[in-house]
Nanobody, 120 residues
């Protein structure tokens, strides 16, 4: 069973920073297309950033310029650096890997999520 395990969430004041990590049980999982999603209480899961196998990143308008996705192939790890955090960034953050369909959430592998809470 392939796994993705997120960590790095926590509570921070507005304007602060957090760095999330997503470790894959197998390196090839991280090197295929990956993404970070988040889900606020009572809301649907939304795409934050996608990161292609070639290293091309796209970001939602809400996080553009504040969040940065990266990958360390040697550590089988995907990262999400989050700066200038706002209360609207509060939610559970999920990493996902390896597209298996064209659907909005069409990734084969998902982590269990890590909570990010930003207080104003």
């Amino acid at each position: 069973q392939e796994q993705l395990v997120e960590s790095g969430g926590g509570s921070v004041q507005a304007g602060g920073s957090l760095k999330l990590s997503c470790v894959a049980s197998r390196g090839s999982i991280v090197r295929c297309g990956t993404a970070w999603y988040r889900q606020a209480p009572g809301a649907e899961r939304e795409l934050v950033t996608s990161f292609s196998s070639l290293g091309t990143a796209t970001y939602s308008d809400a996080v553009q310029g504040r969040f940065t996705v990266s990958r360390d192939n040697d550590k089988n790890t995907l990262y999400l650096q989050m700066n200038s955090l706002k209360s609207d960034d509060t939610g559970v953050y999920y990493c996902a890997a390896c597209r298996q369909s064209t659907g909005y959430m069409g990734y084969a592998y998902w982590g269990q999520g890590t909570q990010v809470t930003v207080s104003s």
